[in-house]
Structure formats: structure tokens, C-alpha cells
């Protein structure tokens, strides 16, 4: 093995970083009352820019601009306008595909072929999907005269930043909802060029306003007694805080949490096409992603061979500059985040399991973990029960279909499940089985906006995406 | 000498079976004229506990049955519910003091309620489900499953009330743990009787008598519980409490609000207990 890659760097220059940014509230960009912070690059550790936080008195102005643009403008224009809107944004961010793109891997350590084909394109489709629903509100199945629920408050994680962006404002606004949302601290900078989207498509002020800051700004906006309906996205604990927090309000809320998703491979599985899908499934966005493969059951007849056919594969993945086109596996999105990556791979190795990572040179700055994979992971394990939320897989035999239902639910969570198989019957079987929002059978880690998304159990409720989207936006 | 007549024991409804209280308490119940009318189990947090437990150990079962099938035991209610008419009318009356003309509306809504919801069981999945068009070479579909246990408080219509938030809950294969009406238990607990003989599987309905301030929160709180209707709870406070208690485990809440249970209902009753699962398939040759 070893190729040889020269470098093949995406050119920076496509994006303009400005040194600071303010809040986008009312349609323009204001200074914030709170402190500022910083934005770094988690691949190289320099600083982007410098971020306002947003506090209780930001999220007051923030949330009366959403409400005057609620009542003066947006719930009284027809959906067909509306809708108008919407095409415009997924325009224009198809038209600045390549500049979010660069932006969105510089900003988060993703790897530019995924900000590139993934994150932005998946994110202009979201646009336009539910830019289509504005008008045709009546046939979802809701009611016959939907309503608007009014002022929505949005909270929205680091891992897929301007997709999550999306799934989150083009619903609400398509349905008539002003928004109030914050991008997560360590990735605010495609939230804020997408404000730049908004005053290009010239969205009428006040429809949309980003808030940056970190805990204490969500907090502020999820807790406004003027927010109708909150939406969150980012792990279990937080959500439960904030169910917690708006217990006893009228508040509608729909919440996508965190996942321990079983990827199960039967002995009948394509076992070649099943390697590509636990790559897929865990390293896909260094596994920051809610709904990963991060337990690999695999049959215990094949295990030997699966295992042998993912070293190998894994040796071939290439970590390293985000920016770089042949990069498989970027950087970790903070050092927090590596830490608590670190600390749990720790604790894997110190319960008795087999830690194992392809040789691979690190860069020197930055935020980086190797993929890596854990075996003689049983369901006591802490690496079998918590979310990692990084590249690292723990891996579980099983010996019937039944044992690998049993193992697979065996988690407080249930947002996703994968499933290898030829034989169509069990496959079937096994998805209904399978306590999970998502199953991918010969699959794993597809998005599309026509299809709902969201989880069981503590993965939350409510779903994202398709006609079910909708739902959480209407009255 | 006039006959004494035999009066019935009230116990709670668990697994299909009757037991008392495990905590021997009870609590005396009177009628519309506030004369004595039996003793109702005053249930406590073991019994509520079993009650998960029989629910829970109810729900493989119930959920895999064909919707065709759910549909019929649903419809099985109402018939039995049907041939008991009088006895339910007689009991409105006694319970809440109403007029004859009164009961037989809300025993008359309640049979039909459950019929309407019995004829949902193999519809829901169409109306809520269906193909998703993605953009790619897939199958893709998405189709309701029932959340699981669901604990309910239950509005103070002992009969309707009562009707209105146990059949959308089991008819997509939900089970439940049900705190009956706090001031009228005992009509709950003759609806119990009409369960137990129409083809519902023991732990699919159970129904716990006792202050729902005080059993409410044991269910808000159990961890293997995965969804709480609050219909009946009418104090905003305990309601805020128990949706906080509910956060734990992110319980799907279905919160209280003012309802004309005499009015055609919606689905939400069915969706917000409801799950949607997607699932992907690869197409190709």
C-alpha cells in the first residue's frame, strides 16, 4: 500500500474573512452587548475572526425584530411569495457554492470534498425543497388552514453548520415563521455569510436574525417568553435541559440529539460494499455526526474477514489539511471536543478493549485524531454506551438476527441504524425491528430534504425534513 | 325481606388481571349526591411501577400484530361496550348526576369513538407515511411506529374521557398505564371489565385509581415509560412538574389543554404517540 498524493489544496481566496462580526439583527449587522470571542481555524489553530456574543438584551432585540417582521410582513404575504424567497436563497447559495464551501472547511476542519458535495449542495436542495411547500401548506395533511406557530428559536450545533442552518430556517420560513437562530460557538462563520445570502435575496428585515455566543445566548433565545416554538439540535443532555426549560410553556419543540447507531453486517452482506459503509458511517465527517455507525455488529462467521477488509481500507484513508481534495478525514472541530475524544478512547483501552488506528502522521498544529477502532467491545463498555461524537468505532459480534435486534436496541438512544444484507427478508425484518428514526439497509449516512429525519427514544422528537418537516412549524 | 344486594369490589387493573392495591389503601368515592358508593384502590408507586412493567412486557406483542388485527380487538371494545349500554348510562348518572339524556350522549360518543379510532388502525400509516422522492438511485419510505409505553392521565369523563385518550394510544400498538378520573374511578374500572373480555391483551390497557398528583409524577419520572398525555391534569403546576419529570428520558408530552371531547377529534392524539421511521434501500441490477 501507500500512494503517494501531492498536496492538492483548495484555494483560499475565495473567501474574505472579515477580522469581526457583529450580530444580524433587523436585516443589518449591529454590535453585540456581550463580550466578543474568537473563531480558530481547528486545523491550523489560527484565529478567523472575532465573533459578538450575544446577550440577554441582543436576544430581546433579536426576538422583537423576529416578531414586528412576523406580524408587519411575513405571516401576511401569501406562501407563494414566501416561497419566492426561499428559491432565491437556494439560488444564490448555489451561486456562492464554492465560496461556503471553503469557508464551512475552514471554519470546522471538515474535509473540502464533503463542505463541497455534501453540506452546501444538500443545503441549497433544502431551500428549494421546502421553498416548493410555501404554497401548498393545505396539502400536508395538517389541517385544512395551517397557521404559522410565530417567532422560532433555533439552536444549531458545529458539526454540519450551514446544512444544519438550513434544515432549520428554510421549514420555518416556508411555513411563516420568523426565526432567531444561533450557529454554535466554534462555527459561526457560514451563519453569518448566509445573512449576507439574506440581504442579497432581499428577505424583508427582522424574518431572519443569527445571534452568535455560546450556551448562555441559546439559553436566552430557547427561554424567550415571546419564542413560540424552539427547535435544537446538538447532544441529549442539552436538550433535556432545555425540555426542562420551557416545561409548562406553550412552546411546540422539536429536538434531534444524540446517537449510538448500530451498523450491522450479516454474513450474506456485499462484504466490499459493507467496508465503504463503516467507513462511511463512522469516518464520514471525523464522526461528528449524531446519527454515525459508531457500533459495528458484525456476524460473527464473517467477523475475521470484515475486520481484516477495514484495516486495510482504513490504512488507505488520508487525515490532514481540510482543505486538501484527497483528504478523507479532516480536523477534530475543537480541542474540547478532542479531549473528550481522547478521554474516551482512553477509558475504551482501560475496560479491556482492542484499541487499533492505521499508522498515520498527524499535522503538527491543530486538532486531530486518527481513525480508530475498538474490538472485544461488549455492551457494558463505555465506548459502547456513550457518543463519542469522533472517529472511533467499537466493534460487536453477534451470532443471530435476534441477538443483533437485542444488541442493537440495547441503547437509550435511536436516531439511526445501518444493515448489510442480500436477502430482502430479513432486511425488511430487521428494519422493523430496529428501534431507530433512520435505517439505512446497504447504505448509511444519506441525507435528502424530501426525507424525514429525526429520532426515537432520547434522540429526541420530531422529525426534519420532507412533508414531516413541516409539522413542527405549523399550527 | 328486600334482597341485599352484592356490591363489587373496585381494584385497580394490572396485566390483564384485577388486584387490589399492593399498599392495601383505598379511598371512598361518593356519588353525584355525595352519598357513599364504594371504596376505589388508592394505587401506590409499586402498583404504578407493575403497571410499566406489564405494559412494557405488553408491547412486543401488541405493536407486531397486524394493524388489521389491532383494528378488530379496538372494535371488539366498542360491541362489548355496546351490549353494556345501561349499565354505563346508570353509572354516568350515579357518578357525575346526569340526566338520562346526557349519559346516553357521552356512552353513545364513547362507542363511537372507539369505532372511529378501530377503522384507523391500517389507515394511519398511509396518511402519515408514504414514499420520499430524494434525489438519487433509492427506495426510500417512511412509516409510523408506535412510541411504546405511554402513561396517561386521564380527563375527569370517566367514560368518554377515558375512551378518548386509551383508544388512540393503543390502536397504532402503543400500551398504556392509565391514572383513571380522581373524583369518578369506578366507571373506569367497569370500562376495565369491558377490556378484559374483548380480545385486549393483558399490560396493553392498564389502569391505575388514586390522586394523579401523587401516582402522576412516578410515571413521569420511570425511565422505561416513553410518553405522557397530560389530558387530565388541570393544575399548571403538577403540569409543568411533570413535563420537567418527563424531560428526564425525553418523553414525548402530550400537554393539557381545554378539549370538547364530544367533538370529532383529530389525529394528533394518534401522532404525538407516534414515531416515524425512514428507511433507505439502494436500487439497482
Redesign the interface.
Known amino acids: 500500500m501507500g500512494f503517494e498524493y501531492a498536496p492538492a489544496p483548495e484555494s483560499r481566496s475565495v473567501v474574505d474573512i472579515k477580522s469581526s462580526y457583529g450580530l444580524f439583527i433587523n436585516g443589518e449587522f449591529v454590535d453585540g452587548s456581550g463580550k466578543a470571542f474568537k473563531s480558530i481555524s481547528p486545523s491550523t489553530e489560527e484565529v478567523l475572526a472575532e465573533v459578538a456574543e450575544a446577550d440577554d438584551h441582543d436576544v430581546d432585540q433579536a426576538v422583537k425584530a423576529a416578531r414586528r417582521a412576523y406580524n408587519r410582513v411575513w405571516s401576511r404575504m401569501s406562501g407563494a411569495e414566501r416561497g419566492k424567497y426561499l428559491f432565491r436563497i437556494a439560488r444564490i447559495i448555489q451561486e456562492r457554492s464554492r465560496e461556503l464551501a471553503v469557508l464551512e472547511s475552514i471554519d470546522n476542519g471538515k474535509p473540502i470534498k464533503e463542505s463541497r458535495d455534501v453540506d452546501i449542495p444538500t443545503a441549497a436542495?433544502h431551500f428549494f425543497y421546502y421553498a416548493g411547500w410555501a404554497d401548498k401548506l393545505e396539502y400536508a395533511?395538517y389541517?385544512p388552514d395551517p397557521q404559522p406557530m410565530g417567532v422560532a428559536g433555533q439552536v444549531i450545533p458545529w458539526n454540519f453548520p450551514f446544512l444544519m442552518l438550513a434544515w432549520k430556517i428554510a421549514p420555518a420560513l416556508a411555513c411563516g415563521n420568523t426565526v432567531v437562530l444561533k450557529p454554535a460557538e466554534t462555527t459561526p462563520l457560514t451563519a453569518l455569510l448566509f445573512a449576507e445570502i439574506c440581504q442579497q435575496a432581499d428577505l424583508p428585515p427582522g424574518v431572519v436574525n443569527i445571534l452568535t455566543g455560546a450556551g448562555a445566548t441559546g439559553q436566552a433565545i430557547v427561554s424567550h417568553d415571546d419564542v413560540d416554538k424552539v427547535a435544537f439540535t446538538g447532544s441529549?443532555d442539552v436538550?433535556?435541559a432545555i425540555?426542562?426549560a420551557v416545561?409548562?410553556s406553550?412552546k411546540k419543540v422539536t429536538?434531534e440529539?444524540g446517537g449510538k447507531a448500530a451498523n450491522i453486517v450479516f454474513d450474506d452482506a456485499p462484504v466490499d460494499q459493507a467496508v465503504e459503509g463503516i467507513v462511511n458511517g463512522i469516518f464520514f465527517n471525523q464522526g461528528h455526526v449524531c446519527c454515525a455507525g459508531s457500533r459495528l455488529l458484525v456476524q460473527e462467521s464473517v467477523a475475521e474477514e470484515v475486520l481484516a477488509k477495514l484495516k486495510r481500507r482504513m490504512s488507505t484513508l488520508r487525515v490532514g489539511d481540510p482543505l486538501d481534495k484527497n483528504t478523507d478525514i479532516g480536523a477534530i472541530n475543537s480541542a474540547e471536543q478532542l479531549a473528550k475524544i481522547r478521554e474516551l478512547s482512553d477509558i475504551g483501552e482501560a475496560e479491556g478493549a482492542g484499541r487499533w488506528s492505521p499508522k498515520c502522521d498527524l499535522p503538527d498544529h491543530g486538532f486531530w485524531f486518527p481513525p480508530t477502532i475498538f474490538t472485544g467491545v461488549t455492551a457494558a463498555h463505555r465506548i459502547a454506551r456513550e457518543e463519542i461524537f469522533g472517529p472511533v468505532l467499537s466493534v460487536i459480534t453477534f451470532r443471530t438476527p435476534k441477538e443483533a435486534v437485542e444488541k442493537a436496541n440495547n441503547t437509550?438512544y435511536?436516531l439511526s441504524a445501518g444493515i448489510w444484507s442480500d436477502k430482502g427478508s430479513r432486511?425488511l425484518w430487521m428494519?422493523s425491528q430496529l428501534r431507530?428514526?433512520?435505517?439505512?439497509?446497504?447504505?448509511f449516512n444519506?441525507f435528502?430534504p424530501?426525507?424525514?429525519?429525526?429520532g426515537?427514544?432520547?434522540?429526541?422528537?420530531g422529525?426534519e425534513g420532507?412533508?414531516?418537516g413541516l409539522e413542527g412549524y405549523l399550527k | 325481606m328486600t334482597r341485599i344486594d352484592v356490591r363489587k369490589t373496585y381494584k385497580l387493573y394490572i396485566g390483564g388481571a384485577f388486584p387490589r392495591s399492593e399498599s392495601g389503601r383505598s379511598y371512598a368515592v361518593n356519588d353525584a349526591r355525595g352519598r357513599f358508593w364504594a371504596n376505589a384502590s388508592h394505587a401506590s408507586r409499586k402498583d404504578a411501577r407493575d403497571a410499566v412493567k406489564a405494559a412494557r412486557a405488553a408491547f412486543g406483542g401488541w405493536s407486531s400484530r397486524t394493524a388489521y388485527n389491532r383494528g378488530q380487538v379496538v372494535y371488539r371494545i366498542a360491541e362489548v361496550l355496546e351490549d353494556r349500554r345501561e349499565q354505563f348510562e346508570a353509572e354516568l348518572r350515579t357518578a357525575e348526576g346526569l340526566t338520562a339524556a346526557k349519559a346516553r350522549t357521552y356512552v353513545e360518543a364513547a362507542i363511537d369513538r372507539l369505532v372511529w379510532y378501530a377503522g384507523w388502525a391500517d389507515k394511519i400509516a398511509q396518511v402519515t407515511g408514504g414514499a420520499n422522492q430524494v434525489a438519487g438511485p433509492y427506495f426510500n419510505h417512511s412509516a409510523p411506529e408506535p412510541s411504546g409505553v405511554i402513561a396517561v392521565v386521564a380527563p375527569s369523563g370517566p367514560l368518554l374521557g377515558l375512551v378518548s385518550v386509551i383508544a388512540p394510544a393503543i390502536v397504532t400498538g402503543n400500551t398504556t398505564v392509565v391514572i383513571a378520573s380522581e373524583p369518578h374511578p369506578l366507571t373506569s374500572i367497569t370500562l376495565a371489565e369491558v377490556m378484559a373480555t374483548s380480545d385486549v391483551p393483558g399490560g396493553v390497557v392498564n389502569i391505575l385509581t388514586g390522586p394523579q398528583a401523587e401516582i402522576a409524577p412516578w410515571l413521569a419520572s420511570h425511565m422505561d415509560v416513553n410518553g405522557i398525555d397530560l389530558t387530565g391534569v388541570t393544575d399548571d403546576e403538577l403540569a409543568r412538574n411533570l413535563e420537567i419529570e418527563a424531560a428526564e428520558n425525553l418523553k414525548r408530552v402530550r400537554r393539557p389543554g381545554v378539549e370538547d371531547l364530544l367533538a370529532p377529534p383529530a389525529l394528533d392524539r394518534m401522532t404525538t404517540f407516534l414515531e416515524t421511521k425512514t428507511v433507505w434501500h439502494p436500487m439497482g441490477i
Do not use: I
Request: glycine fraction near 22%.
Open positions: 436542495a395533511g389541517g441529549t436538550g433535556r425540555a426542562k416545561a409548562g406553550r429536538l440529539l437509550p435511536g432486511t428494519a431507530a428514526g433512520v435505517v439505512w439497509s446497504n447504505t444519506r435528502d424530501a426525507s424525514p429525519f429525526g426515537y427514544k432520547e434522540s429526541g422528537y422529525r420532507g412533508r414531516h
